[in-house]
């Protein structure tokens, strides 16, 4: 099912399931079925790469079937994430793999790559009625420490996956941030045709990611 809270609206319409994805804070505890979850991991196989590379990696922590992974991820998060994080059934980690396979040459795109890879599962999600929320509050070396990670691959958000719960379990500061409305800047703003603007000055707006 659909989650309609806080759909985007925007100046120009784009397909409605990007307008539902969201990065809620408030989870359910139901587990996610193996096969919505394998659905999930299979769409970011279809994200482009440079090469074909496919450099993400994704460590999961799922409460009902890898409780011992999910209680680390949890714990690598800082204390802000771990109040509303421990609610959601699971917990990733995406992590790039610093250099091409092919040659073993430096892969500068690797990160920009895990990022298009974990947009894509987003969608998925969002089209299966669960969401994402990408955290940069953790501590990449106790994950390296937790998992063995080797070098060479870098580990590059931690994110909760589940369906979306009450708003209302959430303290009062985030349940604020839950519920406020969604924006986005225009496109004006970041669609450059022809020649790079001058701008008076560089617009940002913190609102719900």
């Known amino acids: ?119 894509t599962l987003a969608i998925q999600a969002t089209e299966l009625g669960l969401q994402i929320h990408q955290m940069a509050g953790f501590s990449p070396d106790s994950l390296r420490a937790a998992f063995r990670i080797p070098a060479g691959y870098e580990p590059v958000a931690v994110f909760t996956l589940g369906y979306p719960g009450d708003p209302n379990n959430l303290p009062d500061a985030l349940r604020e941030k839950e519920t406020a409305p969604r924006a986005r800047k225009s496109l004006a703003d970041f669609v450059f045709e022809g020649n790079w603007p001058t701008l008076a000055q560089e617009q940002y707006d913190q609102t719900n990611a």
């Not at 319409?13 to 804070?25: A, D, G, W, Y």
């Not at 993400?56 to 209680?71: F, H």
């Not at 421990?86 to 790559?113: C, M, Q």
């Open 1 to 119: 099912m659909a989650d309609t809270t806080n759909i985007l609206a925007l100046e120009t319409p784009i397909l409605p399931v990007l307008t539902q994805r969201r990065s809620p804070r408030a989870y359910s505890s139901q587990p996610i079925p193996t096969d919505q979850l394998n659905q999930v991991f299979a769409a970011a196989s279809s994200a482009a790469s440079c090469f074909g590379e496919q450099p993400w990696r994704y460590l999961v922590g799922n409460r009902t079937s890898s409780a011992e992974a999910y209680d680390k991820i949890l714990a690598s998060l800082g204390e802000y994430n771990q109040v509303w994080a421990k609610d959601a059934p699971v917990l990733a980690v995406s992590i790039a793999k610093l250099s091409f396979s092919h040659d073993d040459n430096p892969n500068a795109w690797a990160r920009h790559d895990v990022g298009q890879a974990t947009a």
